[in-house]
């Protein structure tokens, strides 16, 4: 097991990421030394260098992993030498482990859902489940729901061939799970009420205001979860709680993605109350 935590989070702009703060206290915590290390691609000390270059360099300095976040999820798995099953259902990895000259992609964000939505919304009918958003933290979510007992998941983004092509790739990958793409929120609320209504696009974010459908079609038989978190109560969240729905913010998807990654990186399970309370201390 890990005496230290060595790791790093590679993306652009994400100075205000609350991912280190949340890693070095949890190995404090755990009487580890912490260094978790912002690898900003936006930063002039970076410019010119290229994300083979970056996990190079960590490997070679003896990082136990890296997280990658907006826009490199993709692109790192030309990188890496093999893929966990969640991994290589989504096609996105958020998490790389170096171990034994190895590099191993991860996808914890799909976990970090599914574990958000199984302590947050315990209970929650999942019948029929409408995604709102395709795009890449909504085919994570729609994995996640795939696991987590949700029989039939209607997509909604507003860039259609998102929405039909992650329909196409859950169906091949869970066989029993049925997913469509659905092109009028109003109609579906109409015809085909779903039990719950899940967020992933970027609407509700503080540079975003807005919701991605009308909440006066929500009512106190549904749930609603966002996975937007800047704000932690987006106006979908606080509209649908004015109506009587449960409700289901972002900041679970993004503190369980972390704790994941922690266990991966140093073998030693992390504790989510510590964790989601460093998050919170922000
Ligand atoms: P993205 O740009 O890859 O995908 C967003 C998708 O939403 C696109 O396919 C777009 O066409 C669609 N869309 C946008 N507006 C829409 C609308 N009004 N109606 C229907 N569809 C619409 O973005 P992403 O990386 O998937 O991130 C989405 C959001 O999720 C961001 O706000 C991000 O901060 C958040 N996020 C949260 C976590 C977490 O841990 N809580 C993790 C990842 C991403």
């Given at each position: 097991q890990a005496r230290r935590l060595l790791a790093g989070l590679v993306g652009?702009?994400?100075?205000?990421?609350r991912t280190p703060a949340m890693h070095v206290a949890e190995a404090e915590r755990q009487g580890l030394s912490g260094d978790y290390r912002l690898l900003d691609m936006d930063a002039p000390e970076n410019s010119g260098l290229t994300l083979a270059a970056v996990l190079d360099r960590a490997e070679a300095d003896g990082f136990d992993g890296l997280n990658v976040t907006y826009p490199f999820k993709i692109e790192v798995?030309?990188?890496?030498d093999a893929l966990s099953d969640n991994a290589r259902a989504v096609g996105a990895v958020n998490t790389v482990v170096f171990a034994e000259g190895r590099r191993t992609g991860h996808n914890t964000d799909l976990w970090g859902f599914a574990e958000s939505f199984r302590r947050g919304l315990p209970d929650a009918e999942t019948s029929h489940v409408l995604l709102l958003g395709a795009g890449g933290a909504g085919v994570a979510v729609a994995h996640a729901l795939a696991q987590s007992g949700v029989s039939r998941l209607s997509i909604l983004d507003s860039d259609t061939g998102r929405a039909d092509a992650l329909a196409g790739a859950l169906t091949a990958t869970h066989p029993t799970f049925r997913a469509a793409a659905v092109g009028d929120a109003a109609r579906l609320f109409d015809t085909d009420r779903p039990d719950g209504v899940v967020n992933a696009t970027p609407m509700g974010m503080a540079k975003l205001p807005g919701t991605a459908i009308d909440t006066g079609l929500l009512g106190p038989d549904q749930w609603v979860a966002d996975i937007?978190?800047?704000?932690?109560?987006t106006r979908l969240l606080a509209e649908a709680r004015d109506r009587g729905c449960r409700v289901l913010p972002g900041s679970g998807m993004a503190v369980f993605q972390a704790v994941r990654a922690f266990e991966l990186f140093t073998g030693r399970p992390a504790c989510p109350d510590e964790m989601k309370a460093t998050f919170d201390a922000f």
């Amino acid at each position: 097991q890990a005496r230290r935590l060595l790791a790093g989070l590679v993306g652009r702009g994400i100075t205000l990421s609350r991912t280190p703060a949340m890693h070095v206290a949890e190995a404090e915590r755990q009487g580890l030394s912490g260094d978790y290390r912002l690898l900003d691609m936006d930063a002039p000390e970076n410019s010119g260098l290229t994300l083979a270059a970056v996990l190079d360099r960590a490997e070679a300095d003896g990082f136990d992993g890296l997280n990658v976040t907006y826009p490199f999820k993709i692109e790192v798995i030309d990188h890496l030498d093999a893929l966990s099953d969640n991994a290589r259902a989504v096609g996105a990895v958020n998490t790389v482990v170096f171990a034994e000259g190895r590099r191993t992609g991860h996808n914890t964000d799909l976990w970090g859902f599914a574990e958000s939505f199984r302590r947050g919304l315990p209970d929650a009918e999942t019948s029929h489940v409408l995604l709102l958003g395709a795009g890449g933290a909504g085919v994570a979510v729609a994995h996640a729901l795939a696991q987590s007992g949700v029989s039939r998941l209607s997509i909604l983004d507003s860039d259609t061939g998102r929405a039909d092509a992650l329909a196409g790739a859950l169906t091949a990958t869970h066989p029993t799970f049925r997913a469509a793409a659905v092109g009028d929120a109003a109609r579906l609320f109409d015809t085909d009420r779903p039990d719950g209504v899940v967020n992933a696009t970027p609407m509700g974010m503080a540079k975003l205001p807005g919701t991605a459908i009308d909440t006066g079609l929500l009512g106190p038989d549904q749930w609603v979860a966002d996975i937007v978190y800047f704000p932690l109560e987006t106006r979908l969240l606080a509209e649908a709680r004015d109506r009587g729905c449960r409700v289901l913010p972002g900041s679970g998807m993004a503190v369980f993605q972390a704790v994941r990654a922690f266990e991966l990186f140093t073998g030693r399970p992390a504790c989510p109350d510590e964790m989601k309370a460093t998050f919170d201390a922000f």
